[in-house]
């Protein structure tokens, strides 16, 4: 017995040992790159510390203080979930209507399909610096039309009721494509003979059709897009920190912009890390609805 | 579909097939005249782009709309572009970037995913626990201790510090992982007998079947690391250094910032190398990308 069942536990042993091999490398580099920097963030966050000065104190909750009462940080908080509000109707509601369109054509579907996808796969960082341009008070294409059509100049980025909205429409430009696929999905895995069946029992004008079927049907899909559209937008920051740094007036200040300029500008490493905590805490929210609305759906 | 529908639905008798065919085209109409006007706002940038980048400075500057430039000016502008600031040059280190984080992503993940989907060993709950909760942590959470300890090290300003945070893909992981579960244990099992190592299992049999999964993951990573900005911005001051998007902010925000052909001609540049890949292989594009949304 002991001289079959020797090869086979060694096997074991030995299968256990190449496990652990294989999986030590990805192990490190979690404990360096997640575990041990929240560690550290979590401690940071109750010091005085600042990149460079070599000594620190414990303040103990003081940085959290100061970061709910910081004017600033709260209107970059405020301002964020501005964003997210504009763009996630925004981006949600017309991508379903261009995926519902889209999703009947035959012969054009590629066609739309390759143009509201390419915002996708663009540098959203050259495109900022082109939308920038177009949006200039006199010199850009669309101010221009907007002289032609008899309107005034209409200055997007440096009137700070405007900035705000005019950056969450090139979110929305950004997202669209991307809702889109996701909404294309969820429609072809509705079945085909469900719109046959209710034409029979006399459900007959498309609006009918949507209410009835697709949008009931499409219900998991939606709420996995507004998730992680949420998340998306609240992670706003390349077309802050190219197109507008945080201004006219901070009415672009966001979190993520925040916490770069505290972290990474003025080096107020322990307040930064607070912000970031904060950051992570609202992330970690947005998550928690994702893996909830997932395991929905894969029970539906 | 749509037309055996329609027909199916008019109360026969009632509507004659001239209305339900002037019905039909006028639906059409209203759908595509939407579709078309969506797809106006989406290329709106892009058409300008590439028109103003072939534009002369006085056509720029001029209050006059006009689409075409009367004057051919796209040499001038791109070798400007080319020449004032080393937009090759961001390319270049675009791709150094994006291949190195990606080989040594694969080179980590895959490993790591066959040991948690097939192979027993302490730790293994454990570790997968830790990656599904690292998956919702991003790059900007970790990134103050990690440029501290870059700074500590005196790494700053390195090709290594722009890859090191994403040398852990846990979202690769748990791909792969979700992947390797479904490869048949028989053959495993008959490779094992046939003496081969688990090594070259890893290698030579199962990295080979989820060339899909690899394909999509891949084209996932690049577009995320040739399109970020926040990780750059914060480790890298040398601007011959600098990726794609950094290079472009330098070139905005330095004294070309007003010469909007030059501008326009550099943000061409590197937009087009994901943009054309995107076009040549739309399917793989769209599934790695959107990959994250229905994982």
């Keep these: 017995m002991s001289a079959a069942a020797l090869p086979f536990r060694r096997q074991l042993l030995w299968q256990k040992l190449t496990g652990a091999g294989f999986a030590l490398p990805a192990f490190l580099l979690l404990l360096a790159l997640h575990v041990v920097p929240l560690l550290v963030l979590a401690g940071l966050s109750f010091t005085d510390y600042e990149l460079g000065v070599v000594t620190f104190e414990w303040v103990g909750l003081d940085n959290y203080a100061q970061a709910f009462s910081d004017e600033v940080f709260r209107r970059s908080l405020v301002n964020t979930l501005y964003y997210v509000a504009i763009v996630l109707p925004g981006s949600v509601i017309l991508s379903l209507l261009v995926a519902v369109l889209v999703h009947q054509r035959k012969r054009t579907r590629s066609f739309y399909e390759i143009i509201y996808f390419l915002p996708v796969t663009s540098t959203l960082i050259a495109m900022a610096t082109v939308w920038q341009f177009l949006l200039h008070p006199s010199l850009g294409v669309i101010n221009a039309a907007l002289r032609k059509l008899g309107f005034g100049e209409v200055p997007f980025l440096s009137d700070p009721d405007l900035a705000l909205p005019t950056l969450a429409m090139i979110g929305i430009w950004q997202l669209v494509g991307f809702n889109m696929i996701l909404f294309l999905a969820g429609l072809s895995s509705i079945p085909r003979d469900l719109y046959e069946a209710s034409a029979i029992d006399g459900v007959g004008n498309g609006v009918d059709r949507f209410l009835t079927i697709t949008w009931p049907l499409l219900g998991p899909t939606t709420l996995f897009v507004i998730v992680t559209t949420s998340i998306t937008a609240f992670k706003v920051f390349d077309t802050v920190a190219v197109m507008t740094k945080g201004g006219p007036q901070g009415a672009t200040e966001v979190i993520l912009y925040a916490i770069y300029l505290e972290g990474f500008y003025y080096f107020r490493t322990a307040y930064a890390s607070v912000l970031t905590l904060v950051f992570l805490t609202f992330v970690v929210i947005f998550s928690v609805i994702q893996t909830f609305v997932l395991d929905r759906r894969t029970h539906y | ?295």
Aim: charge should be neutral; glycine fraction near 6%; proline fraction near 7%.
């Design chain 2, 1 to 295: 579909m749509q037309a055996t529908l329609s027909t199916r639905t008019a109360p026969a008798g009632e509507v004659s097939p001239a209305a339900v065919m002037i019905r039909r085209m006028s639906g059409l109409f209203f759908v595509h005249a939407f579709l078309l006007a969506g797809a106006v706002f989406i290329l709106l940038p892009f058409v300008w782009m590439l028109v103003t980048s072939i534009k002369p400075p006085e056509e720029v500057f001029s209050a006059e709309l006009s689409f075409w430039p009367d004057r051919f000016y796209g040499l001038e502008n791109y070798s400007f572009a080319l020449t004032a600031a080393p937009v090759l040059r961001f390319a270049l280190n675009g791709v150094i970037v994006c291949t190195g984080i990606l080989v040594v992503q694969l080179l980590i993940a895959i490993p790591c995913a066959y040991a948690l989907a097939k192979l027993q060993f302490p730790g293994r709950h454990l570790l997968f626990v830790l990656v599904l909760l690292a998956l919702c942590i991003p790059i900007q959470v970790p990134a103050l201790p990690i440029y501290m300890a870059l700074a500590w090290l005196g790494l700053l300003n390195t090709y290594f510090s722009m890859m090191v945070p994403f040398f852990l893909s846990v979202f690769g992981i748990f791909l792969f992982r979700q992947f390797f579960r479904s490869f048949p244990d028989d053959i495993i099992h008959a490779a094992r007998l046939d003496g081969m190592s688990e090594f070259e299992i890893v290698w030579r049999i199962v990295t080979p079947s989820a060339w899909p999964a690899i394909a999509a993951f891949s084209v996932f990573s690049i577009v995320a690391h040739w399109n970020d900005l926040y990780w750059p911005l914060i480790v890298i001051s040398d601007i011959n250094l600098a990726p794609p998007p950094l290079g472009m902010m330098y070139f905005a925000d330095a004294e070309t910032g007003s010469n909007y052909g030059a501008l326009t001609a550099a943000a061409t540049v590197l937009t087009a190398p994901l943009v054309v890949t995107f076009l040549f292989a739309r399917r793989r594009f769209i599934e790695g990308i959107t990959m994250t949304g229905v994982k």
